[in-house]
C-alpha cells in the first residue's frame, strides 16, 4: 500500500469484534442502558466496514487500455466526473448518452452510469472495428487542454491533501512549495517553440506535474526533475505512476522522462546542466542570494544557446542589484515573458497574482559581437575625423588656390591693360604725327596758291 492511500484503508472483518475494552454480554435492558449512558463505561463503538467500489472505464482511443479506480483511492471520484466533464463529453454524445450533473451528483451514481459507459462503449467497438470514438489529433496544439487535465487528474490521485505539502516548511524561504501552474508552462513551451532535440530540466521539480506535462505535450527528446525536499519528491513518484496509467488509459505514450530527489550543486546534475540541458526551468523567486551564488555559478558554464527560465532574473541579487562582472549581462540576453498587468489570474500554486518569468538565453558569442561592434564603430569614428580633417586641409587648399588663382588673372589684366594703353599711346601719337603732317601740308599749298606758284 502507498503512503498517500494509508489514510483510506480498508477495515476487516475483525473490526466487527469486541475489542479487550468492550464488556461482556449484559442480563437486561437496565443495565445496558446504564452501560451505553456513558461512553467511558461502554467503550468504543464497533467500526463499521467501509464497502470499496471498484470503478472501471473502458478506453475509448486507440491502443488505449481500461482504467480501473477504486472508491478508496484519493480523489477517485472526482477524478471520474473531471475526466467525463473534461474530456468525455464528445464520446457520450457520439454514444448517446445524457450525463451527470458532474458538479451535483453523488458519488454512488458513478457506478450505475459507468456500466451503461462501458456497454456502450463495447457495442460500438463491435459495430465499427475500424472507428475510435475520441480523436485525439488536435491533442498538441496550442492551448489544448487535454494533457493539462491529465496531469492533474495524475496529482489528485497521488496527494490526498495538497496542504501536507507546506506543513513542515517556515515561511516563505527557498525551501517553500509553490507549482508553476501547468497553463504557464504550457504557454512557456509554446514561446519557446520546443524542439525535438531539446532536453529540458526543472530545477525545483515538485510532485513533478511540469515534468511529466513536458513529457506528454511535446515531442521532446528528454525530461528531467530534480527535487531536493523529500515530502514533494515522495509524491512525485506517486504522481508519476498514476500519470502512466491516465495516458495508457488514452493510448498516449509520453517522452521519456525521470524525476529524482536531489540536488542541483552535486556533480552529476551540474554536468547534466552544463553539457546536455538545453531548456533549463527554475522557480527561483524566493531563493536567497547565496542561493542565486551557486545557481549563477553553475549555469554561466552552459551551452551557446541554452534557454534558461527563471522568476528571479540571474544577473540580479535578492535586492535587484546587477553584481559587478556578471555572465549574464556580458554573455547573455533576458527579455520578459509574460506581461503583469494583473488582468489575467494567479500563474503560481502560492498566490493570486501574475509572477513574472524571464528568459534568459545564453550566448557566448556575445562579448565578441560587441567587441567587434566597438572596435568597428571605433573604426568608422576614426575615419569620420580624418575625413573631416582632409575635407577641412582640401578647403583650406582651395582658398588658397582661389587666391592665387584669382591674383594671376588680375596680373594678367594688369599685364594686359599695360600693353593696351601702350599700343593706344603709339596709335595717338601716329595718328597726331599724321594729322600734325596734313596739317603742314595744307598750309603750304595754301600760301602757295597765295604767291600764285602753279
Request: glycine share 6%; charged share 25%; aromatic share 8%.
Amino acid at each position: 500500500m502507498s503512503k498517500v492511500q494509508q489514510n483510506f484503508s480498508v477495515v476487516s472483518d475483525d473490526a466487527d469484534k469486541p475489542g479487550p475494552s468492550q464488556p461482556a454480554s449484559v442480563r437486561s435492558l437496565r443495565s445496558t442502558t446504564k452501560r451505553n449512558a456513558s461512553s467511558e463505561v461502554a467503550g468504543p463503538a464497533p467500526k463499521i466496514a467501509v464497502k470499496v467500489e471498484k470503478w472501471t472505464i473502458e478506453s475509448v482511443c486507440k491502443n488505449g487500455r481500461r482504467l480501473d479506480l477504486s472508491s478508496n483511492e484519493p480523489n477517485a471520484a472526482s477524478v471520474i466526473k473531471t475526466l467525463f466533464k473534461e474530456i468525455h463529453g464528445s464520446v457520450l454524445s457520439k454514444l448517446n448518452i445524457h450525463p451527470l450533473h458532474w458538479d451535483e451528483c453523488a458519488d454512488s451514481e458513478l457506478g450505475p452510469f459507468l456500466k451503461t459507459f462501458n456497454n456502450s462503449v463495447k457495442a460500438f467497438r463491435k459495430n465499427n472495428p475500424r472507428d475510435v470514438l475520441l480523436s485525439k489529433e488536435n491533442w498538441r496544439q496550442k492551448e489544448a487542454s487535454e494533457f493539462r487535465v491529465i496531469c492533474d487528474l495524475a496529482c489528485q490521485l497521488a496527494i490526498p491533501n495538497p496542504r501536507v505539502l507546506n506543513t513542515h516548511y517556515a515561511g516563505f524561504s527557498s525551501g517553500t512549495y509553490g507549482e508553476t501552474n501547468i497553463e504557464t508552462l504550457q504557454k512557456i513551451l509554446d514561446l519557446l517553440g520546443v524542439k525535438e532535440d531539446d532536453v529540458f530540466m526543472d530545477l525545483g521539480s515538485g510532485i513533478g506535474q511540469l515534468v511529466t506535462f513536458a513529457a506528454a505535450y511535446t515531442n521532446i527528446a528528454h525530461v528531467r526533475g530534480v527535487e531536493l525536499q523529500q515530502v514533494p519528491a515522495g509524491f512525485a513518484d506517486e504522481n508519476v505512476r498514476q500519470f502512466k496509467k491516465l495516458m495508457r488509459h488514452f493510448g498516449e505514450k509520453p517522452r521519456p522522462f525521470e524525476l529524482k530527489l536531489g540536488d542541483f550543486n552535486t556533480e552529476e546534475i551540474e554536468t547534466f546542466l552544463k553539457e546536455k540541458a538545453t531548456i533549463i526551468f527554475c522557480n527561483n523567486l524566493a531563493f536567497d542570494p547565496d542561493l542565486m551564488i551557486k545557481l549563477r555559478a553553475i549555469l554561466q558554464f552552459c551551452n551557446n544557446g541554452t534557454k534558461i527560465v527563471v522568476t528571479q532574473k540571474l544577473e540580479t541579487t535578492k535586492k535587484g542589484r546587477t553584481p559587478r562582472d556578471c555572465f549574464f549581462t556580458a554573455s547573455a540576453d533576458t527579455i520578459s515573458l509574460f506581461e503583469t498587468d494583473g488582468s489575467e489570474k494567479g500563474n503560481v500554486s502560492w498566490t493570486n497574482n501574475i509572477v513574472p518569468y524571464y528568459l534568459t538565453t545564453v550566448d557566448n558569442y556575445k562579448p565578441f559581437r560587441e567587441a567587434a561592434t566597438r572596435a568597428k564603430q571605433e573604426e568608422a569614428n576614426r575615419l569620420a575625423k580624418l575625413m573631416c580633417s582632409k575635407k577641412n586641409g582640401a578647403k583650406h587648399g582651395e582658398k588658397e588656390l582661389f587666391f592665387v588663382i584669382v591674383n594671376q588673372q588680375r596680373d594678367r589684366e594688369n599685364a594686359d591693360d599695360e600693353e593696351y594703353d601702350e599700343e593706344e599711346v603709339e596709335k595717338d601719337s601716329d595718328v597726331n604725327t599724321f594729322n600734325m603732317l596734313v596739317v603742314l601740308g595744307t598750309g603750304i599749298v595754301v600760301i602757295l596758291m597765295i604767291l600764285g606758284v602753279p
